[in-house]
Every structure is written in C-alpha cells, then in structure tokens.
C-alpha cells in the first residue's frame, strides 16, 4: 500500500514564509507523478492551488508556489496571511491512480 | 461558471445501497475526467474512484472495488456513484471532483454529499 506522509502540523507567523512537504513510500516524488495541492478549510470544499508540481490554477494567489525540494514535493506560502489558516493536502498520481497525503494542519500564529 | 453539485446522500444501513448523483454545469462536460473522493468526519482526503471522458475506463481505490461503481452521462452532464454493500467506514462527505484537462489534476470540486453508514 502507498503511503504519502505530509507534517501532520506546521505553524507561522503572520508575513513569514512557511514550506508543506509531501513524500511518498516509494521513494522519491518527480514531477512524474504530477503532485497537485489543495486548501480545505473547516465546513468547506477543497480548493485546488497547484497542479503538476508547480503550475498555478487562475485563482492561486501568488503567495503560493509549488516545486520539488529533495525527493519530495513541495508547497510553499511566503508572506502568510491570517486567512492561509487551513488543511493543506497533496494528491500524487502513481501510474495514474491518485493517492492523497494525510493533510497539514498549517495555523497562522 | 463551472458548477458540481452533488446529491443523494443520506443514511443508509451497513450492507444496504445509495446512489450519489453529481450534476455538472458551466464547462463542456465531455472532455473531462470526473474524481469521486470522500471524507471521513474529522479525516483526510481519500480518492474514491474516477471516469475517463467517454466513460469507457473506470478505476477504483482498492477498498470500494466491487462494491462502488462510477458511471457518467455526458448528455446529462452527470457522473453517478453507485454505492453497495455499504459498511460503517464508508461514512463521510463525498465530493465530485473534475479532472484537470491534459494532466492529471482535480480542479473544480462540489459542496459535497453526506453519506451516514449506521444500524
């Protein structure tokens, strides 16, 4: 079974510049796996913020960027804002088939 | 604007059936992958299962296989997720997710549906 492990926690201050990993079981996470990443925030809908390891969907804020750092994937948020305060999920495709990673709780402090 | 809107939640008792419903608005429905993924009460994301273009591939998350089955209807612009054999763990809020076109993706999600498993 394939497991992707994500910090279960992160937390951040107000302007600073956090960075959420996403890992794989299998070993190292390339773009070939087209790692996405989504925000959930309590009673919501995910919103997706990444695709294919680093694009950006029309509405992701610019803060957000996303990219490859060691064998894993990577989302970065660099000048926070109170309402980053969320869930944080990456998706991996493995030949296709998508695995989530078990989430960042990331509060904003 | 791109709208899903799932339906067809409810209770349902373990071994029993539902049939979840995601109407699709606002995009040309047939050029894109539909995802089904859930979410436990207080849980993480888990992909369910999801439906190539035209419908003719399917795939499933190894615990639903056999008992879930995904269907579309590119002339109604809906996906069904037919649920049987329905167990406890089954539970939680499902979404209807499209499929970001050329590459593998999720990028426009529903409100969810609410499946409660339980006797």
């Known amino acids: 079974q394939i497991v992707v492990t994500q910090e279960p926690s992160l937390t951040v201050s107000p302007g600073g510049t956090v960075t959420l990993t996403c890992a794989s079981s299998t070993g190292e996470v390339t773009s070939g796996y087209f790692p996405n990443w989504f925000q959930q925030k309590p009673g919501q809908a995910p919103r997706a913020l990444i695709y294919?390891?680093?694009n950006k969907h029309s509405w992701t804020p610019a803060r957000f960027s996303g990219s490859l750092l060691g064998d894993k994937a990577a989302l970065t948020l660099s000048g926070v804002q109170p309402e980053d305060e969320a869930h944080y999920y990456c998706?991996?495709?493995?030949?296709?088939?998508?695995?989530f990673g078990g989430g960042t709780k990331l509060t904003v402090l | 604007e791109v709208q899903l809107v799932e339906s067809g939640g409810g209770l349902a008792q373990p071994g029993g059936s539902l049939r979840l419903s995601c109407a699709a608005s606002?995009?040309?429905?047939?050029?894109?992958?539909i995802n089904w993924v859930r979410q436990a009460p207080g849980k993480g994301l888990e992909w369910v299962a999801n439906i190539n273009e035209d419908g003719s591939e399917e795939y499933y998350v190894e615990s639903v296989k056999g008992r879930f089955t995904i269907s579309r209807d590119n002339a109604q612009t809906s996906s069904d997720l037919q649920m049987d054999s329905l167990r406890v763990e089954d539970s939680g809020v499902y979404y209807c997710a499209r499929g970001t076109i050329r590459v593998p993706g999720a990028d426009f999600w529903g409100q969810g549906a609410l499946v409660t498993v339980s006797s």
């Open positions: 294919a390891t680093r």
């Open positions: 998706l991996v495709f493995y030949a296709g088939v998508p695995v």
């Open positions: 606002g995009f040309t429905f047939s050029n894109y992958w």
